[in-house]
């Protein structure tokens, strides 16, 4: 099963199999209306996963003019993606638990739209945050809902489901900075920004008639206990992971709030930030079908960790050295290096015995990953800022691999977290 790349604590929720709809033969998902409506919901909605965050960042530097705010205020917006992703990663079962998974979507697809609407009409710069803010709340929370339905829908065909999720979110994520640019100088920046509230709108408007047609009670999940969260966190493993997850999300983010501004302070144009972006996350694609493949057929994985931390290193000094020369060697070596990604999602599942247990240890990892992940576009910006050039925090991006290898090689050690908790307790 290719799991989920881009979900922040979906894991943390399980789906009792009395409520899923079943054909009552095989257990695979009933294939009647309401199951075709569902998997076009599940589909519009991965692919709006990332567009509210990828296509923005090539326009910072052009929104700043006109709003009149600097590479901190930068910063703070491409620290928010990861911030809310872990914020509503852990908030969103509380509402799932309480209306289900379907008004979930329906209530987080509709806050998105909305709030990017508001984003594009932005008057100030707070007004920019605050909308960004909520429109990536509404993302958080969807994020958290998707891979639970696939399961509740789809539970026969969780990995043709999960892989299709996969590849559209990253298609909506390599599209959007490709755009951006393009449209905002044919239209304007805030055009630009606003058209991703028309897919988000049409996402939601499919999961409302859905939820209309569904029991108030229907697809409502259980969340794992304390003890569960207690047992994992005592796992090697498990830390391991969370270590490996932050250093990738540090830089995931950080290289797509940055490098467009490293790009165009070297003497690149705009455009060309926004295609490299789009080049970055187009990478993507391909580690989501080869990584996991190739965590699940080696016992221990740690090769491609240090394999994807290598090329990472490539490219940022790369970078840091020759901006404009090489500039597609080095965002291509940036893609594959974030590679750990997809690793990690897979290994949250391999490493664990049991659904529940998978869950607790996906929402611990995400959560406390996507919060230190936090640090890097804010902290860069800042650091951007106190030594007048790039090389600095692209050095320091280049060092973050080192925890991340060591993390990994706690986290790639063929044993199971249960077995790995028990051990520690004793």
Not at 308 to 335: F, I, Q
Request: contains cysteine; hydrophobic residues 55%; charged residues 10%.
């Amino acid at each position: 099963m290719i799991p989920s790349f881009a979900a922040t604590s979906e894991q943390v929720l399980t789906i009792p199999a009395a409520t899923a709809p079943t054909n009552g033969r095989s257990g695979t998902a009933t294939r009647g209306p309401l199951a075709l409506w569902a998997g076009l919901a599940i589909a519009l909605t991965a692919l709006n996963l990332r567009t509210a965050v990828t296509g923005i960042t090539p326009l910072l530097e052009i929104i700043g003019s006109d709003l009149g705010f600097g590479l901190a205020l930068a910063g703070l917006l491409g620290t928010v993606p990861a911030a809310t992703f872990g914020v509503f990663g852990f908030l969103a079962p509380f509402v799932t638990r309480r209306y289900g998974l379907e008004r979930t979507a329906t209530a987080a697809l509709g806050l998105s739209a909305l709030s990017l609407v508001l984003r594009a009409l932005s008057p100030t710069p707070l007004a920019l945050v605050a909308s960004t803010v909520l429109a990536l709340a509404g993302i958080g929370a969807a994020n958290v809902v998707l891979v639970p339905l696939i399961k509740a829908w789809f539970a026969g065909r969780i990995a043709l489901w999960t892989s299709s999720y996969l590849l559209l979110m990253q298609t909506g994520q390599f599209v959007a900075p490709l755009l951006a640019v393009p449209v905002a100088d044919a239209a304007g920046w805030r055009v630009s920004v606003g058209i991703w509230a028309v897919p988000a709108a049409v996402a939601a408007v499919v999961w409302c008639v859905l939820a209309v047609r569904l029991p108030a009670d229907h697809h409502v999940p259980v969340a794992a206990t304390p003890s569960d969260r207690l047992r994992v966190s005592r796992s090697p493993t498990v830390w391991g992971l969370v270590g490996l997850f932050a250093m990738m999300s540090l830089s995931n983010y950080s290289i797509i709030t940055w490098v467009p501004a490293v790009l165009t302070d070297a003497g690149g144009s705009a455009s060309l930030g926004g295609t490299m972006v789009g080049l970055y996350s187009a990478w993507g694609v391909l580690a989501a079908v080869v990584v996991p493949h190739l965590a699940t057929r080696l016992r221990n994985p740690f090769g491609v960790v240090v394999a994807c931390s290598a090329v990472l290193v490539l490219g940022y000094l790369g970078l840091a050295v020759s901006p404009l020369d090489g500039t597609v060697l080095w965002v291509c070596a940036l893609g594959v290096g974030v590679s750990t990604f997809p690793l990690c999602m897979t290994l949250i599942n391999h490493r664990t015995r049991t659904a529940q247990s998978a869950s607790t240890v996906s929402g611990f990892v995400q959560g406390i990953g996507y919060g230190l992940a936090c640090l890097g576009p804010i902290g860069l910006g800042l650091l951007r800022e106190t030594t007048g050039s790039w090389s600095t925090p692209l050095v320091v991006l280049a060092a973050t691999a080192v925890p991340g290898v060591v993390a990994g090689w706690f986290a790639c050690q063929p044993r199971f977290v249960e077995d790995d908790a028990s051990r520690v307790a004793g």
